[in-house]
């Protein structure tokens, strides 16, 4: 369902391309790579050459190694990251939205209380007290981005507890959680997985920004690490800029375009509430054929997604 | 009424109460010398003086409860903390660096609201048109881009391949300027860094305005006014864009908030002197106290704008002030 819904949407299906060919150069990062990027393998500042096609660093590394060996850590913080903002914000979607009275209000609160803080802010300060560990950043991401996921999923979730075979469910007897994770969790399931694939888009970028100001694992390499260090050792005051700055740059940006693109593609596919939304918007004549949802900012409520203040 | 009102201020109230709590506790339950998370790694550079005066101050000596009474007690006199790095106190560091900050957060706020609602209208006015999805297209690619690395190729380009602008700093330092050229001197600093902070913050502004326009576009009096004859100009700036209007005015005023810190890679990248790069300093030296100033800093700036936002809502929009005061609150 989810792959014809996907075929008729391009820009989905070039974040999908996008995304695999990330994924089996993360995968198979020890294949592909022609150096150990952590070794000197060359000269300091080499340009590019038939030796090292990207040139080398200030201290004579690959930077194709490290680029092919960061996707993995910059892949691996974003998708770990979003699993938990994604497994904390189902499952308060879910509480919030089926337990309407104190419970729920107790819930919602704690979702608008996450919102209003400024998280950039917040995640320096507990990254820096932590230390540079890359658990530590996946961590710190993870638990201050479930709050949109949240609101998404229990607005779904209120809407499903209404349905006919929930209130039968109910009728025949069914405890609270038989029905949760039965009957209204597969409900959003689908609703979750766009969410989680904008959420792992929206941690890319986050972990590039926070590694660039010198929090990320030095040990672990990401691209927001290897800028980090070209920024610090002043790569574009030579010509080193250009094969130093310029793909690490590159790579950032086509994985985060590559899931958010993707993100919205199944979010357009699999929301019901968008779709009506879109068919009844459609007043002029010519009516497109493809239509991108982007998700309403409901005011205040997406800030979190505001990538121009991290 | 009453009841949305003392909702929103018990809800700001807490998130000023979790930020003063996390401050107070980081340091406290984190490993180590509590007294090295206090101070900064400069702690061991203390005089035995310096010490005993960081200790009586902060109180580590004392129980918990009495710590957290005195941290308050600080906190509300306008005491920030002392930062032995920069041998000064925070207040003052953070007076020195805030209205750079401002001035190039708030003139990029500006700028790309300008364009992003220009735009945005244009697009959504077009729906499903080439122009429409190119824009769209446009605007997701560039909220793709990381701002630090926007930034680097701005100075490698325009700093150091075709010397235009400075690399670093807002004014040239050891020069006695006034008057214009001072002005243009702070201007020619400012371009850089101004230019990456809008190309970044621009689609944010883009695609809530395009979306709050659509929205009203499907409105029945869209339609009316279409159906009454009026022209595309009258129906478009008098009927669809005043309403369009107002959640980007709500989302303005938020982002003014978020600006205060966020324009820290920004800054960074070009060595502007304002809070972000204060925030970079500081997590490079390990500098704490700084660090936990910064975000208490904007995190009262971000409920203030909350605040206002709340405020100038029904003012803009009867129809929400006629809702609040029938109590059909939110």
Redesign the interface.
């Known amino acids: 369902m989810i792959w014809t819904a996907l075929k008729r949407n391009p820009?989905g299906l070039i974040g999908l391309g996008l995304l695999i060919a990330m994924l089996v150069m993360a995968i198979g990062a020890n294949w592909i790579a022609p150096y150990d990027p952590t070794k000197q393998t060359g000269k300091p500042f080499d340009p590019p050459s038939a030796a090292h096609w990207l040139g080398t660093n200030d201290i004579g590394q690959d930077i194709l190694s490290e680029l092919i060996y960061g996707a993995r850590i910059s892949l691996l913080i974003g998708i770990l990251a979003a699993s938990i903002a994604l497994s904390i914000g189902t499952s308060v979607g879910l509480l919030a939205g089926y337990y309407r009275g104190a419970a729920g209000m107790v819930l919602m609160?704690l979702v608008?209380?996450v919102l209003?803080?400024?998280f950039?802010?917040?995640m320096?300060?507990?990254a820096?007290?932590l230390g540079q560990n890359l658990w530590n950043l996946i961590a710190v991401i993870g638990l201050l981005i479930w709050a949109r996921p949240a609101r998404v999923i229990r607005s779904q979730v209120l809407s499903l507890a209404e349905r006919e075979y929930v209130t039968a469910a109910r009728a025949a007897g069914a405890r609270d959680g038989h029905i949760l994770i039965r009957h209204i969790l597969p409900g959003v399931l689908s609703l979750a997985l766009a969410q989680f694939v904008l959420a792992t888009?929206s941690s890319i970028?986050i972990e590039?920004?926070l590694s660039?100001?010198?929090?990320g694992d030095p040990t672990q390499k990401s691209w927001?690490t290897i800028?980090f260090y070209?920024?610090a050792r002043n790569a574009?005051?030579s010509g080193a800029?250009v094969w130093w700055?310029?793909p690490?740059?590159l790579m950032?940006?086509a994985s985060?375009?590559g899931f958010?693109?993707l993100g919205?593609a199944l979010e357009e596919a699999l929301n019901p509430r968008l779709k009506a939304r879109a068919a009844?918007?459609?007043?002029?004549a010519?009516?497109?054929?493809?239509?991108?949802p982007?998700q309403?900012?409901n005011?205040?409520q997406d800030?979190d997604t505001?990538?121009?203040?991290? | 009424m009453i009841n949305f009102i003392v909702g929103k201020i018990g809800?700001?109230v807490?998130?000023l109460w979790?930020?003063v709590t996390?401050n107070f506790a980081?340091?406290r339950l984190?490993p180590g010398n509590p007294l090295a998370?206090l101070a900064g790694e400069e702690v061991g550079m203390l005089t035995p003086q310096q010490r005993a005066q960081l200790m009586a101050n902060v109180g580590l000596d004392q129980p918990l409860p009495a710590q957290y009474a005195r941290y308050l007690q600080n906190l509300l006199r306008g005491d920030l903390g002392y930062s032995f790095q920069k041998n000064k106190p925070i207040t003052t560091i953070l007076a020195d660096r805030l209205p750079w900050t401002l001035l190039l957060t708030v003139t990029s706020l500006l700028i790309s609201t300008l364009i992003g609602i220009t735009l945005g209208a244009a697009a959504a006015w077009q729906?499903?048109?080439r122009g429409?999805?190119g824009l769209?297209?446009f605007f997701?690619?560039l909220?793709?881009?990381?701002?630090?690395?926007i930034g680097?190729?701005l100075?490698?380009l325009f700093a150091?391949q075709f010397p235009i602008f400075p690399t670093f700093g807002a004014i040239t330092p050891w020069t006695k300027l006034e008057g214009w050229a001072l002005v243009e001197d702070i201007v020619r600093h400012l371009v850089l860094p101004l230019t990456t902070?809008t190309i970044?913050?621009v689609?944010?502004t883009f695609?809530?305005a395009?979306?709050?326009m659509?929205?009203v576009?499907?409105e029945d009096y869209?339609?009316v006014a279409r159906a009454k004859g009026l022209r595309e100009r009258v129906v478009l700036f008098r009927h669809a864009l005043r309403n369009a209007l107002l959640?980007i005015a709500?989302?303005f005023t938020?982002?003014l908030?978020?600006?205060f810190?966020?324009a820290?890679?920004v800054e960074?990248?070009f060595s502007y002197p304002g809070v972000g790069r204060l925030?970079?300093e500081?997590?490079?030296n390990?500098d704490?106290p700084v660090?936990?100033a910064?975000?208490l800093m904007?995190?009262v700036m971000?409920?203030v704008a909350?605040i206002l936002?709340d405020a100038i809502y029904p003012f803009l929009d009867p129809r929400v002030r006629h809702a609040q005061s029938r109590g059909g609150a939110q």
């Not at chain 1, 660039?212 to 929090?215: E, I, P, S, T, W």
């Not at chain 1, 505001?306 to 991290?310: D, E, I, K, P, T």
């Not at chain 2, 909220?143 to 690395?149: C, G, T, V």
């Open positions: 820009l609160r608008d209380v209003v803080i400024p950039v802010p917040l320096v300060l507990l820096a007290y888009s970028l590039a920004s660039f100001l010198g929090l927001g800028l070209a920024q574009f005051l800029w700055v310029i690490p740059g950032i940006t985060v375009l958010a693109l919205f009844t918007t459609t007043w002029r010519t009516a497109p054929k493809t239509v991108i982007i309403p900012a005011s205040k800030k505001s990538l121009a203040n991290v | 809800q700001y807490l998130v979790i930020a996390l980081l340091p984190m998370l729906r499903g048109a429409d999805v769209l297209g997701v690619f909220e793709s881009l990381p701002a630090f690395w680097m190729l100075v490698a150091v902070l970044v913050s689609s944010g695609i809530v395009r979306y709050s659509l929205a576009l499907g869209i339609v959640p709500t989302v938020l982002n908030a978020f600006a810190g966020g820290t890679v960074t990248v925030v970079y500081a997590v490079l390990r704490y660090l936990q910064a975000f904007i995190t971000v409920v909350n936002a």
